[in-house]
């Protein structure tokens, strides 16, 4: 006799491996257990998704969750909160916060801290140092990392490994594909006074693109003698995506929803230190550019660099402004505006945010709707308009650069393995966030 599901969603179009399809979602113990037509099939509940399109759970993977010991700007409840509000089933969270993330003590706090307590599913980023460098190889395959993260440019926080000699030595030991903040930190220091005390639009002066670029062909450079693999977070110039169409064997590539969307040009001057970035937001010629990048496949992944700060902080003067914009809960709506403009395919929207993902990081049981899967499903409405509001920002923070902005496609439910943990913008689920599978880093039976 056939088992009866927990979970049938109806009616909706799914997007998966064979394209975009009408097609029910089975769900059976926090897993998919069928995809057809499920209509006579018993089900302890069913949900209506006629009109809507059922994704792939949406997989954040660079996001600053602030906790521990930056509380009072964010925390992993109040992230994971926004997370979910927004379409997002799994985020990686970054290594700088206060104590750093860069032992197996801190890994373990944070892991215990997420544990049921964040709202989505979790990985924690371990900071690459001259300390732990050779550790690094134990590091990244503990519960919950998400991999090693290194700052070879100075961001925010108190990780730096800006000489080529510390990086090999990290990259040397790594197995799997470490992260890195790409800007050149001699050329930050050497260009400093290019700040103009006053004027965030002096921002993508002082940390041009040519800092950025220097920064990303050393690390290539380092990543072929020591064999390793290598991930470039946030790209922000032409350069670099030129740059990188020649070297995707060794490396991979991040864009933002800020970078594609905001035009420095305008931005500064209508927003001024709240579209303070590291790397920055630059001109329309580099957001051109990075399209280019990624409607080329050269751009694998995207991410939202959610880094909250709040208002006053960022209404100090410029460049005493902290660098760092909310992300995570606007996403999906930016990306779906995209989509709705024809600048980006549903298909591909998905391969950046799901299969992408799965794919670089090894990702075990996520990034496909597929039998076998987590249930982690975002499911949005591609012909909704909505008004972006900063009452909306479930972040502690509560604002977002694209207050006031609307947009075509929006986040209308969020399941996390088979739990609806969002519906129509109503958090419906205690949290029960659980610590993302790696294949390189599986528990032993």
Known sequence: MEQPFDLVLSGGTVVNQDGEHRADLGIRAGRIAA??????S???ERRDCTGLHLLPGVIDSQVHFREPGLDHKEDLETGSRAAVM?????????????????SAATLADKVARAHHRMHCDFAFWVGGTHENAHEVAELERLPGAAGIKVFVGSSTGALLVEDDEGVAEILKRTRRRAAFHAEDEPMLRDRKGLRVPGDPSSHPVWRSPEVALKATERLVRIARQTGARIHILHISTGEEMAYLADHKDVASAEVTPHHLTLDGTEAYARLGTLVQ???PVRDAAHRERIWWGLSQGVADILGSDHAPHL?????????DSPSGMTGVQTLVPIMLDHVAAGRLSLARFVDMTSAGPKRLFGIARKGRLSIGYDADVTVVDLKRRETIRNEWIASKCGWTPYDGVTVTGWPVGTYVRGACVMWQGELLAPARGEAVLFDEALPVA
Do not use: H
């Open 35 to 40: 995809i057809g037509d499920l209509a006579a």
């Open 42 to 44: 018993k089900a302890a």
């Open 86 to 102: 927004g379409g997002v089933t799994a985020v990686f969270e970054m290594p700088n916060t206060n104590p750093l993330t860069t």
């Open 277 to 279: 970035m590291n790397p």
């Open 311 to 319: 208002l006053e902080e960022k209404a100090k003067p410029y460049p």
